[in-house]
T-cell receptor, first 114, second 112 residues
């Protein structure tokens, strides 16, 4: 298995632009998580899905952030409009039930908003 | 909701010494406690985990202990090596909840 696949690896965008981050979970994993990592705030859980359904989005910072999971093999995290304070590394992770058995993280997307 | 506190934020040891990282959690219902290692520029990777029905678990040079009464758990690395240098994260999860809540991380530096 190729593991959790995220794209792009790096994204540099101008303030105000729309950014879309993509994630392909490991086949058979029915939990998918989006995390944001910064030096100041560590690893923050933004949202997670179970069987493609959003379960908890309480970590999504504000309405500029949205996430979807149209099928079991694909999820997106969108930021519109982007702001410099959104600059961070965004990780996607997936797990097999029971979800607490340990995540597998993707390689992350390093987002820079200038 | 669950909150996980991790200490220290940085730790420097000499090669061959032991390193201990401690975490406390707030929700007594939490029942799963993994530890992740993140090397610079890489993804977090699971190195060891423990469930609430176990008090200690070992895997070669690393071990984790859990004190449910005090709601804290610790990572112990013995005979540290330079390649152990990384950021270590603890986490906690509640039954059926699915999500992991992470501590703030400990940057471990092992000096040769």
């Amino acid at each position: 298995d190729a593991g959790v696949i995220q794209s792009p690896r790096h994204e540099v965008t101008e303030m105000g632009q729309e950014v879309t981050l993509r994630c392909k979970p490991i086949s058979g994993h029915d939990y998918l998580f989006w995390y944001r990592q910064t030096m100041m705030r560590g690893l923050e859980l933004l949202i997670y899905f179970n069987n493609n359904v959003p379960i908890d989005d309480s970590g999504m910072p504000e309405d500029r952030f949205s996430a979807k999971m149209p099928n079991a093999s694909f999820s997106t995290l969108k930021i519109q409009p982007s702001e410099p304070r959104d600059s961070a590394v965004y990780f996607c992770a997936s797990s097999f039930p029971p979800a607490a058995a340990g995540y597998t993280f993707g390689s992350g997307t390093r987002l820079t908003v200038v | 909701g669950e909150n996980v506190e991790q200490h220290p934020s940085t730790l420097s040891v000499q090669e061959g010494d032991s390193a201990v990282i401690k975490c406390t959690y707030s929700d007594s219902a939490s029942n799963y406690f993994p530890w992740y290692k993140q090397e610079l520029g890489k993804r977090p990777q699971l190195i060891i985990d423990i469930r609430s029905n176990v008090g200690e678990k070992k895997d070669q040079r690393i071990a984790v202990t859990l004190n449910k009464t005090a709601k804290h758990f610790s990572l112990h690395i013995t005979e540290t090596q330079p390649e152990d240098s990384a950021v270590y994260f603890c986490a906690a999860s509640m039954p059926g909840g699915g999500k992991l809540i992470f501590g703030q991380g400990t940057e471990l530096s092992v000096k040769p």
